[in-house]
C-alpha cells in the first residue's frame, strides 16, 4: 500500500519561503515520477514540479520556475518542494502525488497515488 504523507505548510508572508516534505512508503520508488500538485479554493488542481526518482530529471510549471525547487532524498524515500519567494497567488493546498511511470506527466488524473494535502497560505 502507497502512502504519501505531506508536511510543512503554513502561513507566510509574501516573500518568504517554505519547505514541503513528501515521505514515501509501501513501494520501491525507483521506477516512479513524483509530482506536485496545489488547488486553490473554486480553482481546478494544477501541475507545480516534478522529479524522476531515478536519475532525479525535473520540470516546473512556469508560474513556479526559478523560485521552486522539487528534490528527493533517496535514503529517506522523501520528496521536497523548497518554495522562495512566495506570493499570495501561491496559497493553496498542495498534494504530494506519484505516479507508477518514469515519465513525467502535468496532469493530475495520470498520477496513481496521492497524499492527504498541505495547506500554504500567502499573506501579502
Known amino acids: 500500500q502507497v502512502q504519501l504523507v505531506e508536511s510543512g505548510g503554513g502561513l507566510v508572508q509574501a516573500g518568504g519561503s517554505l519547505r514541503l516534505s513528501c515521505a514515501a512508503s509501501g513501494r520501491t520508488f525507483s521506477n516512479y515520477a513524483m509530482g506536485w500538485f496545489r488547488q486553490a479554493p473554486g480553482k481546478e488542481r494544477e501541475f507545480v514540479a516534478a522529479?524522476?526518482?531515478?536519475?532525479?530529471?525535473?520540470y516546473y510549471a512556469d508560474s513556479v520556475k526559478g523560485r521552486f525547487t522539487i528534490s528527493r532524498d533517496n535514503a529517506k524515500n522523501t520528496v521536497y518542494l523548497q518554495m522562495n519567494s512566495l506570493k499570495p497567488e501561491d496559497t493553496a493546498v498542495y498534494y504530494c502525488?506519484?505516479?507508477?511511470?518514469?515519465?513525467?506527466?502535468?496532469?493530475?488524473?495520470?498520477?496513481?497515488?496521492w497524499g492527504q494535502g498541505t495547506q500554504v497560505t500567502v499573506s501579502s
Open positions: 502525488a506519484a505516479r507508477r511511470s518514469l515519465v513525467i506527466v502535468t496532469t493530475p488524473r495520470d498520477y496513481d497515488y
Open positions: 522529479i524522476r526518482w531515478s536519475g532525479g530529471m525535473t
